[in-house]
């Protein structure tokens, strides 16, 4: 069986038609059986946030909000997604990756992009097997591209038009 594991800005397009071919092609992804789905703690929390940022930007109210909010909870009582605790050792992993991408390559990278990245990391380390990492920012996914580490562990597979000639998979 085959190992998913969704960034936050990935998963939102599940709950959210922002992009009705990412949303279709998100919603198949996480519906289809053959494959372990994961997230982060720290998504919990974040899924939250970009729903409340969808929901600011198309004018739609707290409804509307619960019924995406709902939808989220109901993929994880039913084992579609498997939350993955996240502790020291992630953390100490994420840090050690913004050292890495926040200093020495001079690039943007968050805090909570680095704990998903490295909870997934330590997954494939953990489950000896490559993980299919998805994410719509280009920005982390070109971080974790350039950096072998992640690339030998995981397929990354960025959900939306490549960039500056790079492609959108690594698998």
């Not at 092609?25 to 703690?41: K, L, N, P, Q, T």
């Not at 350039?146 to 690594?170: E, H, N, Q, V």
Request: one cysteine or more; a positive charge.
């Amino acid at each position: 069986m085959g190992i998913y594991f969704l960034d936050t800005c990935a998963l939102k397009h599940r709950y959210v038609a922002i992009d009705p071919a990412v949303a279709r092609r998100v919603r198949w992804m996480v519906s289809e059986g053959r494959y372990e789905h994961f997230i982060a703690d720290v998504t919990v929390v974040e899924i939250a946030g970009a729903l409340a940022s969808s929901c600011r930007a198309a004018g739609l109210g707290v409804a509307e909000f619960d019924s995406m909010d709902r939808a989220f909870f109901r993929d994880v009582s039913v084992g579609r997604l498997q939350i993955r605790a996240t502790g020291q050792r992630e953390a100490l992993r994420a840090r050690t990756l913004l050292r890495f991408a926040g200093v020495k390559q001079g690039r943007n990278l968050g805090s909570s992009d680095a704990v998903i990245a490295s909870a997934c990391l330590i997954l494939a380390q953990e489950r000896q097997t490559k993980v299919i990492f998805y994410t719509a920012d280009w920005a982390l996914y070109s971080v974790l591209h350039d950096i072998d580490a992640f690339r030998a562990a995981m397929c990354l597979r960025y959900l939306g038009a490549p960039k500056g000639g790079m492609r959108g998979s690594t698998c």
